[in-house]
């Protein structure tokens, strides 16, 4: 069964303040590794890591995918009130069903002013 | 349009009634799902459908009832719900890419009160 596992669950930061969000996985043919923000409601795509991209960045954010350690990391620098959500971490493999996404526990970020 | 539309936003229904949860989009995603979220919690796949034809069921209880009418059109189909029952209930569809990555866009969800 594909794992996937978040570190830290929770984290409180300082505006201004740089944080690295950690996820690792286990998944049997790994075909992509997604991130996703979650505020109140639904979770908004942020990137797509496969293993011909396994660096990508917008703007303050950026992530990496580490194809060796099966992890990835996702950093976020000169934090903001406007980036206090959850950060969800999901894979797919092809090794089950198509289509299906396991999702991590995720990471509750709280930047305060 | 890049959206996918989710209604009702809310939904409070007792254990014996009938409703339905209903899921759009128009961009031409052939793949569309359900997931279950609880709070603070990672949403749980429920169903996918694939061109129309369910392709994956979660080992889902017998009173979600999924229905795909058509390539645009997702709906959920509740009825003798339990309160266990109540959760964010997200739909998602997505393309694959020529990598074979899969990109799902959520709806905003319809939040679920069971009492």
């Given amino acids: 069964e594909d794992k996937v596992v978040q570190s830290p669950l929770s984290l409180v930061v300082h505006e201004g303040d740089t944080v690295t969000l950690n996820c690792s996985y286990e998944v049997t043919n790994f075909r992509s590794l997604l991130w996703y923000k979650q505020e109140k409601k639904a979770p908004t795509f942020l990137f797509m890591l496969t293993s011909s991209g396994i660096e990508k960045k917008s703007g303050r954010l950026s992530s990496i995918l580490d194809k060796k350690e099966l992890s990835s990391i996702l950093n976020i620098t000169a934090t903001q009130t406007g980036d206090s959500a959850i950060y969800l971490c999901a894979v797919e493999g092809s090794g089950g069903s198509n289509y299906k996404l396991t999702f991590g526990k995720g990471t509750l970020l709280t930047v305060n002013p | ?115």
């Fill in chain 2, 1 to 115: 349009d890049t959206e996918v539309t989710q209604t009702p936003k809310h939904l409070v229904m007792g254990m014996t009634n009938k409703k339905s949860l209903k899921c759009e989009q128009h961009m031409g995603h052939r793949a569309m799902y359900w997931y279950k979220q609880k709070a603070k919690k990672p949403p749980e796949l429920m169903f996918v459908y694939s061109y129309e034809k369910l392709s994956i069921n979660e080992s889902v209880p017998s009173r979600f009832s999924p229905e795909c009418p058509n390539s645009s059109l997702l709906n959920l189909h509740l009825h003798a719900l339990q309160p266990e029952d109540s959760a964010l209930y997200l739909c998602a569809s997505s393309f694959r890419l020529l990598t074979g990555a899969n990109v799902l866009t959520f709806g905003a969800g319809s939040r679920l009160t069971v009492l």
